[in-house]
Nanobody, 124 residues
C-alpha cells in the first residue's frame, strides 16, 4: 500500500546540517500523516517529528530544541527532515514512517509503514 525509501544520511561534524528525504510510493500520499523516528545503538526507537496530511501542522520532540524542521511536498510524494546544528547525540538510524490515523500523531504504534532507515552519524 505504501512504500517508503529514505536518503540523505551520512557522516558529518557537529554544528553542520543535513536534509533527509523520504520518497513514498502511491498516489494517496497526501492522505497520510508522515513522521520521522530515530534509533541510536542500544536504544529504543524514539519520535523525532511528524506532519499532517497537508503539512499545516507539525509536531516535534522536545529533545531537538527547534533545530529540526519537517516538511512535505505532496506533488513529489516526499517528506523531508531538515536537521541543523547537529549534535553527537543526534547520531542514530533515522526512519521515515507513515500513519493512517485521523490526526497527527507522535506514537510509534500509530505508524503502519516504515522505510529501511538511513544512518546519520555526527562527530564531535
Amino acid at each position: 500500500q505504501v512504500q517508503l525509501v529514505e536518503s540523505g544520511g551520512g557522516l558529518v561534524q557537529a554544528g553542520t546540517s543535513l536534509r533527509l528525504s523520504c520518497a513514498a510510493s502511491g498516489r494517496t500520499f497526501s492522505l497520510i500523516h508522515m513522521g520521522w523516528f530515530r534509533q541510536a545503538p542500544g536504544k529504543e526507537r524514539e519520535f523525532v517529528a511528524s506532519i499532517s496530511r497537508r503539512g499545516g501542522t507539525t509536531r516535534y520532540a522536545d529533545s531537538i530544541k527547534g533545530r529540526f524542521t519537517i516538511s512535505r511536498d505532496n506533488a513529489k510524494n516526499t517528506v523531508y527532515l531538515q536537521m541543523n546544528n547537529l549534535k553527537p547525540e543526534d547520531t542514530a538510524v533515522y526512519y521515515c514512517a507513515a500513519s493512517t490515523t485521523v490526526r497527527i500523531t507522535s506514537r510509534l504504534g500509530d505508524y503502519d509503514y516504515w522505510g529501511q532507515g538511513t544512518q546519520v552519524t555526527v562527530s564531535s
